[in-house]
């Protein structure tokens, strides 16, 4: 079985400092991780992915990934938050054990960037 | 074309209502999704179809049909719904031999409000 927990329900920064998003991981097998960002009344947009390559993933608007085996973590930064950051991030895990094409859902973390 | 379109973007129907939402992709993606989400809360899985077959059906009430009529194609038919089914339908596709490496491809999503 695979699970993923977002341990942060809402983070606040300011404009101009960093974000870190936390993200942990349960799965049986070697997985592969995502985060994706959903912006208000829209669908969801892929961020960046890991898929047993390089630990640190790089992925769109300055967005960073590090992926941890001995800390089953994924936690998602970027050095410098914009507004247009502000939205709600979804950490998810896919992994080969279940036969299944579906991927499991973190429950989300809201992003508020304050001026 | 990189994209996952949904129609329409926003119904309102009746309880007694029958209506249908559209979702299509032309990335050759043989995988799709209908997911679900409330307000605040992560997608949650309703139905998988592979290669045109519907592969996994999470235990969703008889009032949703999907239909997937062609590769690029897939549908969801609406009949009596409740009040409680007001969400965001989202659609997504997905290679099928690569899902664990590329994730899903997701559409805007279709806001349906059930009164």
């Not at chain 2, 679900?36 to 077959?53: D, G, N, R, T």
């Not at chain 2, 290679?95 to 009164?115: A, I, K, M, P, Q």
Request: proline share 5%; aromatic share 10%.
């Amino acid at each position: 079985a695979q699970s993923v927990t977002q341990l942060d329900s809402h983070v606040s920064v300011s404009e101009g400092t960093p974000v870190l998003l936390r993200c942990n991981y349960s799965s049986s097998y070697s997985p592969s991780l995502f985060w994706y960002v959903q912006h208000p009344n829209k669908g969801l947009q892929l961020l960046l992915k890991y898929t047993s390559a390089a630990t640190l993933v790089k992925g769109i608007n300055g967005f960073e990934a590090e992926f941890k085996k001995s800390e089953t973590s994924f936690h998602l930064t970027k050095p410098s938050a914009h507004m247009s950051d502000a939205a709600e991030y979804f950490c998810v895990v896919s992994a080969s054990d279940t036969g299944r094409r579906a991927l499991t859902f973190g429950s989300g973390t809201r992003l508020q960037v304050q001026p | 074309d990189t994209e996952v379109t949904q129609t329409p973007k926003h119904l309102v129907m009746g309880m007694t209502n029958k209506k249908s939402l559209k979702c299509e992709q032309h990335m050759g993606h043989r995988a799709m999704y209908w997911y679900k989400q409330k307000a605040k809360k992560p997608p949650e899985l309703m139905f998988v179809y592979s290669y045109e077959k519907l592969s996994i059906n999470e235990s969703v009430p008889s009032r949703f049909s999907p239909e997937c009529p062609n590769s690029s194609l897939l549908n969801l038919h609406l009949h009596a719904l409740q009040p409680e089914d007001s969400a965001l339908y989202l659609c997504a596709s997905s290679h099928y031999r690569d899902t664990l490496n590329y994730g899903y491809t997701f559409g805007s999503g279709t806001r349906l409000t059930v009164v």
